[in-house]
Structure formats: structure tokens, C-alpha cells
């Protein structure tokens, strides 16, 4: 009886806290929310932003806020979400605490079939914006199994070590790719390009986020659901087969998912890193291993994330701006370090 007392006395102080985290991660968000519509060359203080909203603004007050600043926001709030949620798989997958869409080169997978499309065929109208993602899945799931084909071996299959540190060295040789790719493309081109693949969120509009939206309504829920699964599949490969758990085929599906989410974001935000990496990091640190509030947290986590180095980016150097993968780089690689110190 003490021993089940004491069970249930942790699972609601964890139960509690996870609560809590959400709810301060929740007004961390909206405060961030607030002060990025606030924040830009052309300022709007608070009660323009209020009456803007309320359909009490004037024209160039509505069409900076509706046309530029709150499609970025939603998109930066919504990549950081899918990249954080993807780093977690990743990371409960391969039992890796430095197992990232970015660092495994997923993202440079997707940005270079992105980045083909964009170099030779116009993307002017609003077809190729909504084939983005699909365009991204396929170079995010290409290298996906690259990774696995080279990182197998026989009779010991792909280790969790094994794919991770593959992962990086075939991110290196897309990266080298795609630079000498911008060498080839059209001057009028290049500037896109290049903002992209430091992972700018600048430009977007309404329809990205369309474009977005529905992976990460079909992706996210699905991802939750296999929280469990996340959870057998970290104690080990034998001990989750001898749960009951079909190993290799659960693997397959959320890395599928987390490809997905990987791709789809990298297709409308650029090569951000490490936002996959930091999240689910500071989301664990916050409520612990189980998948159940991990996942969820991760999202909010990541999302707070991305929406912080995104404002920092438009407000150090205006009216020049810093793309918000440059800012969150700045963050990441320091962490990425410590990490990597803290695994040997």
C-alpha cells in the first residue's frame, strides 16, 4: 500500500508540474505573440496593433499587421512546433540525446529538393508554394533511407549511433551540394535562395501557412498518439520486443511522421537547425521522459523558441534583419557543445 501510495503521489506531482509547464510556456507564447506584433522597421504600439485588430486601424496599419506580421508569426510559431515534435522522435527513436532533423540532415535533404525546384522552375504563382512540402517530403524521406542503407549492417542492422553520426556526414555532403548549386542559379534568384538557406521566416503570407497547416493537423495528433510506443521503444530494442511491440515497423511510422514534419517545415521556413535539438532538451528538463506531456511541451517549447529568435531577428539590426535560423544557431551551436561534452 505505501509503495502505491507513493507511485500515486509521483505521477500527480509529475502530472502537476507538467500542467504547470504548459500553462507558463502558454503565457510565455502569447506575451512573445504580442511583442512581435509590436516589433518591426515600421512600429505599431499596442493600441494600434488593439484597434487593427478590431477593424479600427487604417489601411497600411491592417496590411502590415493581417499581410505581413501575422502570417509570420503563425508560421514561426507553427515550424517551431513541427521541428521540436520531429527532434523528439527522433531523439525517443534512437535513444540519442543529439539526434535532430538538422543535425542528421533530414532538413538538408529537404531544403535541396526545395532549392532544385526554386533554381529551375518559377515560383511565382501559388501551385509550386503548396507543392513545397511534398516536394520536401521526398528529399527528407530520400535521405532518410539513404542514412539507414549506409548506416545498416548485416546481421547487426542500423544502431542508433550508427545512424546519428551517418546522418551528419550526409548532411555535410548535401550542404556542399547545395552551396554549389547557388553557383550555378540566376543572379535575380541567388538572394532568395541564399536567405532561405539561412532559414529566414521573412516573406511569408497567408498561403504558407496554408500550405503548412495540414501536415501538422495530421502529423501532430498522430505523433501523441504513439506516445507510448515512443515510450516502449526507448527502454531498448529487446525490451520492447519482448513487450509486445513490433519494432522495426513502429520505427518506420514515426520516423515517418518525423520526416514529415521535418520536411514540411523546412519547405516553408528554410534551413532552420537545432530547433529539434533544444526543444525537446528543455521540454524533458521540464517534465520528464513520458512522451504523454513530452511531446506536447516539446511543441510549445519549440514554438516559444522559434517566435523568440524570429522577433530578436527583425528588432538587433533594424532595419536590417538577422534570418531567425541565424539567431537560433547563435543559441544551438553553444548547446550543441555542451551536450556533446556532457555524452562523452
Given amino acids: 500500500m505505501a509503495d502505491m501510495a507513493t507511485t500515486f503521489s509521483g505521477e500527480r506531482r509529475r502530472t502537476t508540474r507538467a500542467i504547470m509547464a504548459m500553462g507558463i510556456l502558454g503565457i510565455l507564447i502569447m506575451a512573445s505573440f504580442i511583442i512581435s506584433m509590436n516589433t518591426g522597421y515600421i512600429r505599431l504600439t499596442p493600441l494600434d496593433v488593439i484597434k487593427t485588430l478590431f477593424g479600427n486601424g487604417t489601411e497600411r496599419q491592417a496590411l502590415i499587421l493581417f499581410?505581413?506580421?501575422?502570417?509570420?508569426?503563425?508560421?514561426?510559431?507553427?515550424?517551431?512546433?513541427?521541428?521540436?515534435?520531429?527532434?523528439?522522435?527522433?531523439?525517443?527513436?534512437?535513444?540519442?540525446?543529439?539526434?535532430?532533423?538538422?543535425?542528421?540532415?533530414?532538413?538538408?535533404?529537404?531544403?535541396?529538393?526545395?532549392?532544385?525546384?526554386?533554381?529551375?522552375?518559377?515560383?511565382?504563382?501559388?501551385?509550386?508554394?503548396?507543392?513545397?512540402?511534398?516536394?520536401?517530403?521526398?528529399?527528407?524521406?530520400a535521405t532518410a533511407a539513404l542514412i539507414y542503407v549506409l548506416a545498416y549492417k548485416r546481421n547487426k542492422g542500423a544502431s542508433p549511433s550508427r545512424l546519428v553520426m551517418t546522418g551528419i556526414a550526409v548532411a555535410a555532403g548535401i550542404n556542399a551540394m547545395m552551396i554549389v548549386l547557388t553557383l550555378r542559379i540566376s543572379p535575380e534568384k541567388y538572394q532568395f535562395v541564399a536567405t532561405w538557406i539561412a532559414g529566414s521566416i521573412s516573406g511569408t503570407s497567408w498561403k504558407?501557412?496554408?500550405?503548412?497547416?495540414?501536415?501538422?493537423?495530421?502529423?501532430?495528433?498522430?505523433?501523441?498518439?504513439?506516445?507510448?510506443?515512443?515510450?516502449?521503444?526507448?527502454?531498448?530494442?529487446?525490451?520492447a520486443g519482448g513487450l509486445g511491440a513490433n519494432v522495426g515497423k513502429q520505427r518506420l511510422l514515426l520516423m515517418a511522421a518525423a520526416v514529415?514534419?521535418?520536411?514540411?517545415?523546412?519547405?516553408?521556413?528554410?534551413?532552420?537547425?537545432?530547433?529539434?535539438l533544444i526543444g525537446p532538451h528543455l521540454a524533458r528538463n521540464l517534465v520528464g521522459p513520458k512522451h504523454q506531456v513530452l511531446l506536447p511541451v516539446s511543441a510549445l517549447t519549440g514554438a516559444l523558441l522559434l517566435i523568440v529568435a524570429d522577433t530578436l531577428g527583425r528588432w538587433i539590426l533594424q532595419p536590417s534583419e538577422i534570418p531567425a535560423g541565424v539567431v537560433v544557431a547563435v543559441i544551438g551551436a553553444p548547446y550543441f557543445l555542451y551536450l556533446l561534452a556532457k555524452a562523452r
Fill in 208 to 239: 504558407y501557412v496554408a500550405a503548412l497547416l495540414p501536415w501538422l493537423l495530421v502529423l501532430l495528433p498522430y505523433a501523441w498518439s504513439r506516445a507510448q510506443t515512443l515510450n516502449i521503444l526507448n527502454l531498448g530494442d529487446e525490451t
Fill in 67 to 141: 499581410d505581413f506580421r501575422l502570417p509570420r508569426i503563425v508560421i514561426s510559431l507553427l515550424v517551431g512546433a513541427g521541428l521540436a515534435v520531429s527532434g523528439c522522435i527522433f531523439q525517443g527513436l534512437f535513444r540519442n540525446p543529439l539526434a535532430d532533423p538538422g543535425i542528421m540532415g533530414i532538413n538538408a535533404g529537404a531544403g535541396l529538393m526545395v532549392m532544385i525546384f526554386i533554381a529551375f522552375f518559377p515560383t511565382t504563382s501559388a501551385a509550386p508554394v503548396f507543392m513545397l512540402p511534398m516536394l520536401a517530403l521526398l528529399g527528407a524521406s
Fill in 260 to 276: 514529415g514534419l521535418a520536411g514540411s517545415c523546412v519547405a516553408v521556413s528554410g534551413g532552420i537547425g537545432f530547433v529539434g
